[in-house]
């Protein structure tokens, strides 16, 4: 089968379609024929190498999320059909003609979706809706704040807390964006935020009355922290899920274990550790984060 190799450090240029052994489904297993995958920060990060890959991930591979339909079955899964179309989360290796992932992985695709739309939706749906509903206790009327509700997550999480019955507040640097989310995505409330350190919490108050707001997802953080606080109900919620702001601006990113992590993206895509050599052609490709594309379409 083909896939899409890294074959050193630095941009697109490292890049080569090569041929690598087939794979074959084990027990309980689906192997997939890939249409389409999406690029994220960690596809970026693995390029530079600033990301390896999770043990039991292919280290040279990237992609994190496909879309396609099952082309094989392992003994013991019975949850599927060949032929079927599904979608899902990977820890790495989308970026190639085929994968091999437990049944129980699978999403299937809704029938309205081509093969492009499903591969952008896991990781950006999946992670708001973990924030949201199963950390973040959304409910019918709870009082949403959003930060870079125009991100990737954030759109997922616009949906998601409209489709619940929250009440919906977004922030965002540009207008044009609060402008689409507002057309495209019903968002109730959005307020432009360009001020050095930002102003929102007379707004987001105004908003909701004296309480403020229950629940907040940032996807920011940073100088946005006094702010969101001041913006929050007595025994509010805050879930961050990303950090982009300057490295002089926040803690460091340290896992579980206390071992230092790579800097999270902002709104565009890149966070700080994509702003050098090699990153500006990335960078291009970074403008694409949380949308699909086809892969190996013949």
């Known amino acids: 089968m083909k896939a899409v190799r890294i074959t050193g450090r630095g941009g697109p240029e490292v890049l080569e379609l090569c041929e690598v052994p087939d794979l074959s489904p084990g027990p309980g297993q689906a192997m997939v024929r890939v249409r389409g995958s999406a690029i994220n920060r960690a596809d970026l990060l693995q390029c530079l190498g600033q990301y390896p890959a999770p043990p039991g991930a292919p280290q040279d591979i990237p992609g994190l999320e496909y879309a396609g339909e099952v082309v094989a079955l392992g003994a013991g899964a019975l949850d599927l059909n060949v032929g079927q179309r599904v979608m899902g989360i990977v820890s790495g290796g989308g970026f190639s003609e085929q994968l091999v992932v437990h049944e129980r992985e699978c999403m299937k695709i809704p029938a309205d979706l081509d093969f492009t739309e499903a591969a952008a939706i896991p ?8 924030a949201l509903v199963l950390q973040g206790n959304l409910r019918v009327g709870t009082r949403l704040l959003i930060h870079a509700v125009a991100s990737g997550v954030g759109t997922a999480a616009l949906q998601l807390g409209s489709l619940a019955g929250a009440l919906v507040i977004g922030t965002s640097r540009s207008h044009a964006k609060l402008d689409r989310c507002r057309s495209e995505l019903a968002l109730a409330h959005g307020i432009l935020c360009r001020d050095n350190p930002p102003r929102f919490a007379n707004e987001v108050r105004a908003i909701t009355g004296p309480l403020g707001v229950d629940l907040v997802l940032d996807l920011v953080g940073g100088p946005y922290l006094n702010e969101t606080l001041a913006s929050m109900s007595p025994r509010g919620r805050l879930l961050q899920v990303d950090a982009p702001a300057p490295p002089d601006e926040q803690a460091p990113h340290l896992d579980r274990n206390g071992s230092p992590q790579p800097p999270p993206r902002g709104e565009d895509g890149l966070g700080p ?21 086809g892969l190996f379409n013949r």
């Open 273 to 293: 550790g994509l702003r050098g050599t090699g990153a500006s052609r990335l960078r291009r490709r970074a403008t694409q984060s949380g949308r699909g594309f």
């Open 123 to 130: 990781e950006a749906f999946l992670t708001a809706f973990d």
